[in-house]
């Protein structure tokens, strides 16, 4: 199938590898602007991270070279690599999710390198906004990484006895899991999912020791998970809660997993650095934390552990896969879906506000730019009508907007009342794209009107999360493991692991907000920089089963996505246009 799209695309069907080629042969004819972009769009579930594993499939296979006739070719070997990082990151970056079975909780820019030739020669990947929570607290219905799992199911006996994981398999045995021995075949999945990701490591380069030590990290963070504090009073301080089952193994189990003292974790958890400064005298103490810091400083721990193996892994990909030199490329975009649950804080807000700059974008470069274009150059023309979706990207992130306000919380540095905190969104934002949420809803929450529907997010954790602050002992305690491998997750870029930073004598508080604009612009811009490509995926229902189609649920994403619009502007207009310079330069040679 993928060779009769090469050969001739128009002879077939609207399909993906249509879209591909497309993209190839306008990368060949180096028309208007060279480089590419996919876009891959649509709400969770809807089949995005599908049709991006189809689209690097076609062009890693016709896009390749091998004149010398070696066996493999130098070709393949690049686009085994590259085909081989997919399920390595699926594993470590997807989760179940209520809605979606295999939902992806990051996002990626995958960048495919062309030679002169038009011959594929690399690949690097970008990532955006793991959902670290998810390592820690999985909401009813849905479950933690499949990474997890694989390991838990997948794993032989002398594998799970040097991870120190044996007799796992019970829900009560494990605090970040949770584990269902009753779906047999969802756990023989995850058991041979497990098999495909570890090959898959072997083929992007990775040792069997290394694969040992990754694997050895993750467990110890599931160890972590099981670490339990107890006070005799509320205000006072906590130890280690000794008398409950399983928990001194556990304590013991995370200190060897990832080369700490026992003494030196337990301090750390159940403590916490506090520096006074005075002229030029600097003092250092230690505070004893309250039982929910402690379980907060645990769960910060293993969120900075997972994060830190998760980027390690893409740099590793990337060294692998990155050419040393390229002329050009195809970017493929595969970002989560629109997102909304019964529960929406930071996570989804993120999301959504990711999705509504990338419905922008469609609107920008396709639904104004082909009417635009049509009146500059005279042709007869009736306008047709479009959503823009500018007023609500400017409720969440223009000058006075929810971001802003909840950078102006983090600055403040102190705790943050949910209530009234909604109640200044509230006060000081005014727009038909922001509301009050129903009076159904109990706890302090805001309704914006995202393009594709209604969201309501409860303020309750929403500036906590924001701040995402890593104490600097708990860095400081990883660096000294007895693990290299541990004290190289820290070592890389570890000053910006820690917030808030210092910039020229000056703090700066950098939040998750505020580094998920940013790399989020300069993927904007990137895509600007390109010719784009939009496959729009429609969820046929909400039951994520086969056979099943809601008509309602389907109109209701193409008309919220601007299809029916794109169809009507497409019907109307020239199926082909270039700028008169790059026909004459086309044509001319």
């Known amino acids: 199938m993928i060779h009769r799209y090469h050969s001739d695309q128009k002879a077939h069907p609207p399909h993906v590898f249509g879209i591909a080629e497309t993209a190839l042969c306008n990368l060949t004819r180096r028309l208007d602007k060279i480089n590419q972009s996919i876009i891959v769009s649509g709400e969770s579930g809807s089949g995005k991270t599908w049709n991006a594993r189809c689209l690097l499939k076609y062009l890693t296979m016709v896009a390749v070279c091998n004149p010398g006739g070696f066996t493999p070719s130098p070709a393949d070997c690049i686009e085994r690599r590259i085909l081989d990082s997919n399920p390595i990151l699926e594993a470590f970056g997807n989760a179940s999710t209520t809605r979606n079975h295999n939902s992806s909780r990051f996002g990626k820019y995958i960048q495919l390198q062309f030679s002169r030739g038009n011959h594929v020669v690399g690949a690097s990947i970008q990532t955006y906004l793991l959902e670290k929570t998810r390592v820690v607290y999985q909401c009813d219905g849905a479950r933690n990484f499949h990474i997890f799992y694989q390991m838990l199911f997948g794993g032989n006996e002398r594998e799970m006895r040097n991870w120190l994981l044996p007799n796992v398999l019970s829900s009560d045995n494990l605090n970040y899991v949770k584990l269902n021995r009753s779906e047999d075949a969802c756990n023989q999945k995850d058991k041979q999912d497990f098999i495909v990701t570890k090959q898959a490591m072997c083929n992007v380069g990775l040792s069997r020791s290394q694969q040992q030590e990754l694997f050895k990290v993750l467990s110890g963070i599931l160890h972590l998970g099981n670490i339990e504090f107890i006070s005799d009073d509320v205000t006072g301080p906590c130890e280690i809660d000794s008398e409950k089952q399983g928990v001194d193994t556990s304590v013991n189990a995370a200190a060897q997993l990832l080369g700490l ?329």
């Open 261 to 589: 003292d026992v003494d030196a974790l337990t301090r750390c958890l159940a403590f916490r650095q506090i520096t006074a400064s005075h002229k030029r005298r600097k003092s250092v103490f230690m505070k004893p934390c309250l039982k929910d810091e402690c379980h907060t400083r645990r769960d910060c721990l293993a969120k900075l552990l997972y994060a830190r193996v998760f980027d390690w892994l893409v740099g590793f990909i990337n060294g692998c896969t990155m050419a040393r030199s390229w002329q050009s490329y195809i970017g493929l975009l595969d970002v989560y879906g629109f997102e909304s649950f019964s529960f929406n804080s930071l996570e989804q807000l993120c999301i959504n506000y990711a999705n509504e700059k990338l419905q922008q974008h469609f609107v920008h470069n396709f639904l104004k730019a082909e009417q635009d274009d049509c009146q500059s150059e005279g042709i007869p023309w009736k306008f047709e009508d479009f959503t823009d979706n500018k007023t609500c990207l400017d409720v969440i992130e223009g000058n006075i907007s929810i971001f802003a306000l909840m950078t102006q919380q983090c600055k403040l540095n102190r705790h943050s009342d949910p209530s009234s905190f909604c109640e200044f969104i509230y006060d000081t934002i005014s727009s038909a794209s922001l509301s009050r949420s129903h009076m159904s809803v109990t706890s302090p929450a805001f309704v914006v009107h995202h393009y594709a529907e209604k969201v309501t997010y409860q303020v309750d954790g929403l500036i906590e999360k924001n701040k995402d602050g890593i104490p600097a002992e708990l860095v400081d305690l990883l660096k000294i493991s007895s693990k290299k491998f541990v004290q190289q997750l820290v070592d890389a870029n570890v000053t910006s692991l820690q917030s808030p930073s210092k910039t020229k004598g000056k703090k700066t508080t950098s939040t998750v907000v505020s580094k998920f604009k940013n790399s989020l612009d300069s993927l904007m811009a990137t895509l600007h920089e390109t010719t784009p490509h939009y496959i729009r995926c429609i969820k046929p229902s909400l039951e994520c089963q086969p056979d099943s189609f809601d008509n309602v649920h389907v109109i209701n994403q193409l008309r919220a996505c601007g299809v029916l619009e794109t169809i009507e502007i497409s019907a109307t207009g020239f199926p082909t246009r270039s700028a008169y310079s790059y026909c004459f330069v086309f044509f001319l040679y």
